[in-house]
Protein backbone atom coordinates (compact mmCIF):
# COMPACT_ATOMS: atom_id res chain seq x y z
CA UNK A 1 0.00 0.00 0.00
CA UNK A 2 1.67 3.47 -1.06
CA UNK A 3 0.98 6.36 1.39
CA UNK A 4 0.46 9.70 0.34
CA UNK A 5 2.50 12.64 2.05
CA UNK A 6 3.43 15.95 1.46
CA UNK A 7 6.65 18.13 2.72
CA UNK A 8 5.84 21.16 4.47
CA UNK A 9 7.99 22.84 7.59
CA UNK A 10 7.49 22.75 11.22
CA UNK A 11 8.51 25.69 13.02
CA UNK A 12 9.75 25.78 16.54
CA UNK A 13 9.09 28.69 18.59
CA UNK A 14 10.75 28.66 22.05
CA UNK A 15 10.13 31.73 24.13
CA UNK A 16 9.33 33.46 27.59
CA UNK A 17 5.88 32.42 28.61
CA UNK A 18 5.24 36.17 28.62
CA UNK A 19 4.72 36.12 25.06
CA UNK A 20 2.80 33.94 24.42
CA UNK A 21 -0.57 35.74 23.70
CA UNK A 22 1.73 38.17 21.70
CA UNK A 23 2.69 35.21 19.92
CA UNK A 24 -0.69 33.44 19.41
CA UNK A 25 -1.98 36.78 17.95
CA UNK A 26 1.42 36.65 15.42
CA UNK A 27 0.48 33.22 14.13
CA UNK A 28 -2.87 34.46 13.10
CA UNK A 29 -2.13 37.01 11.08
CA UNK A 30 0.54 35.22 9.28
CA UNK A 31 -2.00 32.61 8.42
CA UNK A 32 -1.11 29.93 10.60
CA UNK A 33 -4.67 28.12 11.70
CA UNK A 34 -3.45 25.68 14.20
CA UNK A 35 -0.40 25.44 16.87
CA UNK A 36 0.85 22.95 19.64
CA UNK A 37 1.92 24.44 22.87
CA UNK A 38 3.95 22.84 25.62
CA UNK A 39 5.36 24.37 28.84
CA UNK A 40 9.40 23.82 28.69
CA UNK A 41 12.46 23.93 31.07
CA UNK A 42 15.76 24.30 30.18
CA UNK A 43 19.46 26.09 30.22
CA UNK A 44 21.09 28.10 27.76
CA UNK A 45 22.11 31.75 27.23
CA UNK A 46 19.30 33.12 28.95
CA UNK A 47 20.09 31.09 32.13
CA UNK A 48 18.25 28.39 33.89
CA UNK A 49 14.42 28.55 33.36
CA UNK A 50 13.14 26.34 35.71
CA UNK A 51 9.33 27.49 35.74
CA UNK A 52 9.46 28.02 38.98
CA UNK A 53 8.48 32.01 38.98
CA UNK A 54 6.60 34.22 36.51
CA UNK A 55 8.85 35.06 33.83
CA UNK A 56 10.99 32.21 34.70
CA UNK A 57 9.22 30.08 32.23
CA UNK A 58 9.64 28.99 28.61
CA UNK A 59 6.99 27.53 26.07
CA UNK A 60 7.50 25.76 22.94
CA UNK A 61 5.22 26.45 20.12
CA UNK A 62 5.17 24.00 17.30
CA UNK A 63 3.88 24.72 14.16
CA UNK A 64 3.48 23.08 10.99
CA UNK A 65 2.75 25.13 7.49
CA UNK A 66 3.64 25.46 3.74
CA UNK A 67 6.34 27.28 2.59
CA UNK A 68 4.96 30.51 2.25
CA UNK A 69 3.72 30.65 5.34
CA UNK A 70 6.91 29.79 6.79
CA UNK A 71 8.84 32.04 5.46
CA UNK A 72 6.34 35.08 6.44
CA UNK A 73 6.14 33.63 10.31
CA UNK A 74 10.01 33.70 10.03
CA UNK A 75 9.78 37.50 9.49
CA UNK A 76 7.49 38.34 11.91
CA UNK A 77 9.27 36.57 14.28
CA UNK A 78 12.24 38.53 13.38
CA UNK A 79 10.38 41.17 14.07
CA UNK A 80 10.77 40.38 17.96
CA UNK A 81 14.38 39.49 17.98
CA UNK A 82 14.90 43.00 16.59
CA UNK A 83 13.13 44.39 19.18
CA UNK A 84 15.36 42.80 21.92
CA UNK A 85 12.85 39.95 22.56
CA UNK A 86 14.92 36.63 23.14
CA UNK A 87 13.44 33.56 20.59
CA UNK A 88 14.91 30.21 19.49
CA UNK A 89 13.49 29.75 16.59
CA UNK A 90 13.92 26.24 14.11
CA UNK A 91 12.47 25.56 11.03
CA UNK A 92 12.85 21.88 9.34
CA UNK A 93 11.40 20.23 6.77
CA UNK A 94 8.29 17.59 7.76
CA UNK A 95 6.97 14.71 5.83
CA UNK A 96 3.32 15.58 6.48
CA UNK A 97 0.54 12.50 6.45
CA UNK A 98 -2.02 14.78 6.53
CA UNK A 99 -1.87 17.69 4.11
CA UNK A 100 -2.20 21.48 5.02
CA UNK A 101 -5.44 22.83 5.19
CA UNK A 102 -3.93 25.76 2.99
CA UNK A 103 -3.39 23.41 0.19
Same mark, same amino acid.
Given at each position: ?????? *????? =?????? *???????? *? &?K?? /?V?? +? *??? %???? %? @? !?? @???? /? #??? /? %???I??????P???S =?????? &?? /? +???? @?? #??????? !?????????? @?
Amino acid at each position: MEISTC *TEKMV =QIIANS *TLEKSLKK *T &LKEV /GVSG +Y *TLF %DVRG %D @G !DS @GDQS /G #HLE /G %DSNILMMVVVPLKTS =QNLMEA &LN /G +YLKK @GH #HLMVFSV !DAEVLTPSKF @G
